[in-house]
């Protein structure tokens, strides 16, 4: 299971730090990554983290801004979001996937456990 927390409403321009607690199979997975939906769009891929290599991916648009960790002892992922803009309000999801795979997965079907959803939502 996945538990997102940290989400709620910022002035474009501040932080917020997101937190996904793994637990049960998702403990282990090979990558985890989050993933934002606004009103009407797809789920679309923000970042990814592999578990065993560190190694990060960033869609363009949040890169130089966002950040994603994690903290193995308290299988816990976070994304910090820093100089949040309007456009970044959604609803952020926690993914991981068991699988292994050459780089960091990028697509929604990639990954079979999600979380609840947080919403994000950044005033102009």
């Known amino acids: 299971q996945l538990v997102e927390s940290g989400g709620g409403l910022v002035q474009a321009g501040g932080s917020l730090r997101l937190s996904c607690a793994a637990s049960g199979r998702t403990i282990g997975a090979a990558y985890m990554a989050w993933f934002r939906q606004a009103p009407g769009k797809e789920r679309d891929f923000v970042a990814g983290?592999?578990?065993?290599?560190?190694?990060?991916y960033y869609v363009d648009s949040v890169k130089g801004r966002f950040t994603i960790s994690r903290d193995n002892a308290q299988n816990t992922v976070y994304l910090q979001m820093n100089s949040l803009k309007p456009e970044d309000t959604a609803v952020y999801y926690c993914?991981?996937?068991?699988?292994?795979?050459?780089?960091?997965?990028?697509?929604?079907?990639?990954?079979?456990?999600w979380g609840q959803g947080t919403q994000v939502t950044v005033s102009s």
């Open positions: 993914a991981a996937e068991r699988t292994r795979r050459p780089t960091v997965p990028t697509r929604a079907n990639e990954y079979d456990y």
């Open positions: 983290i592999s578990w065993s290599t560190y190694r990060t």
